[in-house]
């Protein structure tokens, strides 16, 4: 069956728009209520129902283990192929992560699989109109380009945009080919959607990943929803947080200017004015801290500057946050009360609690919450967040960003012997591949690189305001969905003055179709995951191994075959493979697994062979479904997916670590303090632990992190053996490759990252405790005075970046709805992959706006109208109206999985014959607007401001 531009709708749709309730119910893991959802009746009662099939072959079926690619939450399916076509799967009954359930996305997976709109073989734009060429010419054809460029205007002129789609090995390889390369130009999808939790949460407690799992929430007496709709965006992950509900009469409350339908699942609704959060967390503190409901001895005994918090949030009483937030003192009091009562609880956030100016101001926010209640490193408790892709966790660890190398070591001279060494590389030839010269004092190779969110910019400014040679020439948009980027309009003339485009995806993706060019757009197909093997790290941090299912489709390469192809036209073969083996062109993700486990120290990606992957794997039934400890089997008491940090090397055979921070079990048993990361004192005051240990600790009290030093210090140097000795010689925990200073510390019941106090006080931030601020675009120009934004500055990303000026400009009058933005159950991401698929497309046809009936009546919108969405930066976008009641009168909704349709212009006549999604729609980021975090250059997209009219 082909499509045209719209499938056929499966049922009614009562508001004649999207997916009814009762499909969504189908087509969720939501939709089974009660114990049967949670799958608290177990294998025995429920099975597989055996229907019978038609089948056209008699050969044997084989049946595959693989991860689904669509958030993650990382649920298991069992593909079933036949002679090498895809022809049934079901969800895995015995994962310990989604114990057979599935949405509507990973229902659909097998379609990924064997899609026609893919792309089929490699293709260039030539005069308007797509060519085939052949892999080799295509390849070569690009990398003469990028030699030419990189001779003219130095390595940094090429951004390499890479993938959370990538698995965790191609990630590694694809940061390692980069820094051959010699630019620090590099990033994917996290920076738009968790760098601010990375860097919120790693400055406040050590590590910036979700703390627990989905698994553990069933043991939580409280889920705080804040910038999250679970429900839609992670569904099966709600399974876990009905358990608690039935269990534990679990306390749900859902902050968001939306009634979503992870708000039809709670206790308590909080509708906040979208951009409040920061002072929304301190109203909530200011009756706990009055009323004595925090957990004090936690507080003295692990936790720096809670008394400067107690100051700050003397500034914000009942009236002033109902002022800034919309809601009232008995809510406020009514909520603080519900998570002071019911512990362990926990946090649960997502982009609308990241993509924002104050993104990183947030996120600490929520973490001080947690902090103050005593609500970290427990089981029940602890921050919960849930990321968008597969792999967005791992892509992050091993460093496809602009600002680290793998395994978050940074970029200071010191973390690049180190992965010289590592990669058996000499540090002065990787030197040299970098430009060297020096740009307000610094190199480069020790700055962080132009991001994701700024790449715009990096074309469009001029050359002397970027602190580096020349302006960004050429994109590789690797596994990357721009219009999920803001400012779109832009976006489009920056594509048109770029010397190339390389697109590498299995879908020709919103960035072939929006350009605006008639050349220089080159299409390679890449492989989805099915097509190819490797791990993958889900949200709760636990590395999940994944089989191949099918062969590749079409002339479609695995994106580490595409890697090694261009590493060896760009002369980069040898040191990138030195020690991976390479057979018919695809390197061995084996070897690459054993290359980064001997670099991976800081967060212990050293644990985890292959082979022990690959036995957990194989054994998922062996796994608890709440505590995800192995019961029997070689892995017993082991944690599903060994959890990172799995400390020191595979030999020591470290459990991996399920709950952070968590001193109630000893380090060798996945036990931890804070992470001893900013010193050990300020301002005559401890930043170590006092009073307070994992289990077993011999030196019983807060310490700073191991080195050699340390070790001769406290006597233990002679645990190591001579080997060992020779290989720590002036090193730490962190560069020791031999692994002999972890093995030591743990065998001494310590952690190897110390055991120090999590800090409410970032002193290196711009806003060292977390402040609301205005967005820069608000309709509320009555609290600017009070809650001003910052100065215009050069940001951490070589760019200036624009704050005051933005926000003196008043467009409340013009401009008076305030424009958020999320998820749907349907699609994923940008949508190119989900609206391709004709199983998910039926369910949602239309982009939409959410409007509220008062504005509805007021402008004249009838429900299901076409009306056009301005944006104060020139966007427009023409779309469909939904009037309901979920948003209030000063907000409006989007979602942003669409695309193919810019500013009332279909451009469907531009995909190449047969690749066009069978939906497509106007992206919201063609109406979003400028503004970026501080800290991280988060992109914002969940307030700014619109006006709506009838089309």
Not at 701 to 727: C, I, R, V, Y
Not at 889 to 917: C, I, K, T, W
Request: hydrophobic share 35%.
């Amino acid at each position: 069956m082909r499509l045209t531009k719209k499938a056929p709708a499966v049922e009614h749709k009562p508001q004649g728009l999207g997916v009814s309730r009762r499909g969504f119910l189908k087509g969720t893991g939501v939709a089974a209520g009660g114990l049967a959802a949670t799958g608290l009746l177990g294998q025995q009662m429920i099975r597989p129902a055996e229907a019978a099939r038609t089948t056209y072959s008699t050969a044997p079926v084989e049946v595959k283990r693989t991860i689904c690619t669509h958030c993650s939450v990382g649920c298991g399916v069992y593909a079933e192929v036949q002679e090498g076509v895809w022809t049934g799967q079901e969800p895995a009954f015995d994962h310990p992560i989604n114990r057979g359930a599935h949405c509507a996305k990973g229902a659909a997976l097998r379609y990924h699989g064997h899609s026609t709109r893919r792309l089929k073989y490699p293709m260039k734009l030539v005069n308007g109109q797509w060519q085939r060429l052949s892999w080799e010419q295509a390849i070569s054809e690009i990398s003469g380009q990028l030699l030419s460029i990189r001779e003219q205007s130095g390595p940094d002129s090429v951004f390499w945009l890479g993938s959370a789609k990538f698995n965790n090995e191609q990630a590694y390889l694809f940061r390692k080919m980069v820094s051959l390369w010699g630019t620090n130009n590099v990033e994917h999808q996290a920076r738009i959607c968790h760098s601010t939790t990375v860097a919120g949460v790693a400055n406040t407690w050590g590590y910036g990943a979700m703390t627990n799992s989905y698994n553990d929430m069933q043991n939580s007496k409280s889920i705080l929803f804040i910038g999250s709709n679970a429900a839609e965006a992670h569904p099966v992950s709600m399974q876990h947080t009905l358990i608690a509900k039935e269990r534990n009469n679990a306390k749900v409350i859902v902050v968001d200017p939306r009634y979503t339908r992870t708000a039809a699942k709670s206790d308590e609704y909080v509708r906040i004015r979208p951009g409040s959060d920061v002072a929304f967390i301190w109203g909530l503190l200011w009756h706990i801290f009055g009323n004595g409901w925090e957990d004090r001895q936690f507080i003295s005994q692990r936790v720096y500057g809670m008394d400067e918090i107690r100051e700050e949030v003397r500034r914000f009483p009942p009236a002033e946050v109902e002022r800034i937030t919309g809601v009232g003192e008995q809510q406020m009091y009514k909520v603080a009360r519900m998570l002071a009562e019911n512990t362990p609880g926990c946090i649960v956030w997502c982009m609308g609690g990241t993509q924002h100016t104050t993104g990183n101001n947030n996120t600490r926010a929520y973490c001080i919450l947690e902090l103050a209640l005593g609500n970290v490193g427990k089981s029940g408790a602890g921050a919960n967040i849930y990321r968008g892709h597969d792999n967005v966790q791992g892509a992050t660890d091993f460093g496809v960003l602009s600002d680290s190398l793998p395994g978050y070591y940074g970029l200071a001279e010191g973390a690049w012997r180190h992965w010289a060494r590592v990669w058996d590389v000499d540090y002065e030839w990787i030197k040299n591949r970098f430009d060297q010269s020096t740009y307000r004092g610094r190199q480069p190779m020790n700055t962080n690189g132009i991001t994701v969110s700024r790449w715009i910019d990096g074309v469009l400014e001029d050359p002397a305001n970027i602190d580096q040679r020349d302006n960004i020439r050429a994109m590789f948009y690797w596994g990357h969905a721009v219009n999920s980027q803001t400012r779109g309009p832009e976006m489009r003339e920056a594509m048109k003055k770029l010397d190339m485009m390389v697109i590498v995806d299995p879908y020709p993706t919103v960035a072939a179709v929006m350009n605006d060019r008639t050349d220089g757009v080159y299409l390679l197909p890449a492989c989805t995951q099915f097509e190819t093997y490797g791990s993958v790290t889900a949200s709760n941090r636990s590395i999940q191994w994944r089989d191949k299912v099918i062969d590749p489709h079409f002339e479609s390469k695995t994106d580490h075959e595409i890697m090694y192809r261009f590493a060896r036209e760009l002369g980069l073969d040898e040191p990138l493979f030195k020690h991976i083996r390479v057979e018919n062109n695809e390197p061995n993700l084996e070897d690459v697994v054993r290359e980064y486990n001997r670099g991976m120290w800081t967060i212990g990606y050293t644990g985890q062979s292959p082979e022990r992957l690959k036995y957990h794997q194989q054994n998922w039934h062996a796994f608890d479904f709440t505590s995800l400890r192995a019961v029997g089997t070689d892995a017993h008491n082991e944690f599903y997916g060994l959890p990172w940090p799995c400390w020191g090397t595979p030999e020591m055979k470290h459990p991996g670590t399920h709950i952070l921070y968590d001193t109630s079990l000893p380090v060798a048993d996945g036990g931890l303090g804070f992470r001893a990361n900013f010193g050990v004192e300020r301002n005559g005051e401890t930043l170590l632990a006092e009073g307070s240990a994992p289990v077993g600790n011999e030196i019983g009290d807060g310490h700073p992190e191991f080195s050699a030093n340390l070790l001769k210090q406290l006597g233990w140097w002679n645990d190591l053996t001579p080997e060992e000795q020779q290989a720590a010689e002036g090193k730490d925990w962190k560069t020791d490759l031999s692994g002999g200073i972890q093995r030591v510390a743990i065998a001494h019941g310590c952690a190897p990252f110390g055991n120090g106090k999590a800090r409410t006080v970032v002193w290196t931030f711009p806003d060292a405790i977390p402040q609301h601020r205005e967005p820069l675009y608000t309709t509320r120009r009555d609290l600017v005075a009070d809650y001003p934004t910052w100065d215009d500055f050069q940001s951490i990303s070589r760019l200036p970046t624009l704050y005051r000026s933005i926000q003196e400009r008043d467009t409340s009058a013009e401009f008076p709805i305030i424009l958020t933005s999320g998820r749907l159950v349907e699609y994923e991401g940008g949508g190119d992959e989900t609206r391709s698929n004709p199983w998910l497309a039926e369910l949602q046809q239309d982009m939409f706006v959410e409007i509220n009936p008062f504005n509805a009546n007021t402008l004249r919108i009838r429900n299901g109208q076409d009306v056009w969405v301005y944006g104060p930066e020139g966007g427009r976008v023409k779309v469909k109206a939904m009037v309901t009641n979920r948003v209030d009168r000063n907000v409006a909704f989007m979602p942003f999985h669409f695309g193919g349709v810019f500013q009332g212009e279909d451009l469907r006549h531009r995909y190449p014959q047969g690749s066009d999604p069978y939906v497509l729609g106007e992206s919201v980021n063609i109406v979003t607007t400028y503004g970026y975090d501080p800290v991280t250059l988060m992109q914002e997209t969940k307030c700014t401001v619109c006006r709506i009219e009838a089309a």
